[in-house]
């Protein structure tokens, strides 16, 4: 019976202490949980909104196929105009603006939400089914898009800075205010600008006291940053960075703060006339491979010069006709018509190493068939589909007339030494080559078996 009193006497004790436990907790929480977030998302919409010029965010997608958290395409800048319900966005990859509704949401913490269509905005989110999309992304490469975001939780917000994390990518993205001195639409038209005329991938020169050098991946937005002693082959790195970058105006912005040689930043300024890259005091110079050619070089008439036979390629017997290089995106890809009889193929623009790719690739397609550009080995007679793997072409420097040398891209276990076109069922089994008719090459058959070189009417 004591026991049994004892305990009653403990319960009654717990559970008087109750009711101060939660009078306690009451004073600490004055609103509940959906009125305190209610208002950090209302003093977060303030802030968008309030902003005379609107803001500047620095996007990361991760591309397409790619694991979260990964910025493996780099960032891309938009600049937006928020009112109570509408975000007008500009960006550097379109002229024209776009606006749609946003808003802002609970689901798990705060969110930005552009939750309806936003031609910008939805570019590196809108996923590719069988027949592409509005963008023109067409393949099972792209059926998760770029991984980019349209839903955004809400980390931190002061009327300096912005940071939100991508729901989808994983990554961080970053908000600033632009200054009043600076439009949305100036903002993104500069940047593009930055991106069109950039075009330099290796640097050398001091940086925190010690011999450097960095490398732009100028297709993929990375740098490279090392540190060490020596230049040029003789450069002996000892502290390396790498991080994905997005353009400005006038420089790069990094995607994080990295700290190398001691010293901590997060841009380098961009100087066009002298191409150098600087940090404070310290410059890099930045240098092109003497077969560097600008975007605009490659377009044109040539005669494409080839051997038809093993044969012909060991007597050096001499095949030609003529093909037509033009614009398809700018500084990404060219249209290269004559190539196949009534089918253009795509040829890659590299702007790190300014040449003209000519990868395999998916030519066309008629019900029931597509029809692949295929790369081959003549002498060990392989045959190779992978789409980062090809031929690059490099202008003979000096040249004239204009003259680009082809060579196997060294992606391939063996050389590429030319070209097949094959013919494929949807389901993927290979068909045979296109002799005759209209997929087939100018040479007369279905292969091209020792590309050389074009040259420039």
């Known amino acids: 019976m004591k026991r049994f009193f004892t305990y009653l006497m403990a319960l009654a004790l717990v559970l008087a202490t109750l009711p101060s436990c939660v009078k306690d ?22 802030l968008l909104v309030d902003a005379p010029n609107g803001w500047v965010m620095y996007y990361y997608p991760n591309g397409p196929g790619e694991s979260r958290n990964t910025q493996q395409i780099g960032g891309f800048v938009y600049t937006l105009v928020f009112t109570d319900t509408e975000v007008t966005a500009w960006t550097e990859l379109f002229e024209d603006s776009s606006t749609s509704l946003y808003s802002m949401l609970t689901d798990d913490g705060p969110i930005l939400a552009f939750d309806s269509f936003n031609y910008n905005l939805y570019y590196f989110a809108t996923p590719a089914g069988s027949a592409g999309n509005i963008y023109g992304l067409k393949g099972d490469k792209y059926y998760k898009a770029h991984q980019g975001d349209i839903g955004f939780k ?58 450097a050098q960095f490398f732009v991946n100028l297709n993929n937005r990375q740098i490279e940053m090392n540190l060490g002693s020596g230049a040029g082959e003789n450069f002996q790195a000892e502290e390396t960075k790498t991080v994905a970058f997005a353009y400005i105006p006038d420089g790069i912005k990094f995607y994080n703060p990295v700290t190398l040689g001691g010293v901590e930043f997060d841009e380098l300024a961009w100087n066009f006339q002298n191409k150098t890259f600087s940090y404070g005091s310290d410059v890099l110079q930045g240098k092109l491979p003497d077969y560097w050619q600008p975007y605009d070089s490659f377009p044109g008439e ?50 790190s190493t300014g040449t003209i790719s000519i990868l395999s690739q998916v030519v066309g397609t008629s019900p029931g068939y597509y029809y692949q550009l295929s790369l081959n080995n003549t002498p060990a007679g392989k045959v190779n589909y992978d789409e980062d793997k090809g031929m690059v072409g490099l202008w003979e420097v000096g040249s004239d007339p204009f003259t680009v040398h082809f060579k196997d891209n060294g992606l391939w276990s063996y050389e590429c ?11 993927g089994s290979r068909v045979g080559r296109m002799e005759t008719g209209e997929w087939s090459f100018y040479s007369g058959s279905g292969y091209l078996r020792y590309l050389t070189k074009i040259v420039k009417k």
């Open 302 to 351: 040539y005669t494409l010069y080839y051997y038809k036979t093993a044969a012909d390629y060991s007597s050096q017997k001499v095949s030609t006709f003529d093909i037509t290089v033009s614009e398809n995106v700018r500084n990404k890809t060219y249209w290269i018509s004559g190539m196949v009889h009534d089918h253009d193929v795509v040829g890659t623009y590299d702007r």
């Open 25 to 46: 907790e009451a004073r600490i929480f004055e609103d509940s949980a959906s009125a305190r977030i209610a208002k950090y998302l209302g003093e977060v919409q303030k």
């Open 417 to 427: 030494t030319g070209f097949i076109m094959y013919q494929f069922t949807n389901a």
């Open 154 to 211: 809400i980390l931190s917000y002061s009327a300096d800075e912005i940071v939100l994390r991508g729901k989808r990518s994983g990554n961080y993205y970053k908000m600033y205010p632009l200054p009043a001195s600076t439009s949305p639409e100036e903002f993104a038209s500069k940047t593009a600008q930055m991106v069109e005329t950039f075009g330099v991938s290796t640097f050398e020169g001091k940086f925190a006291g010690k011999d």
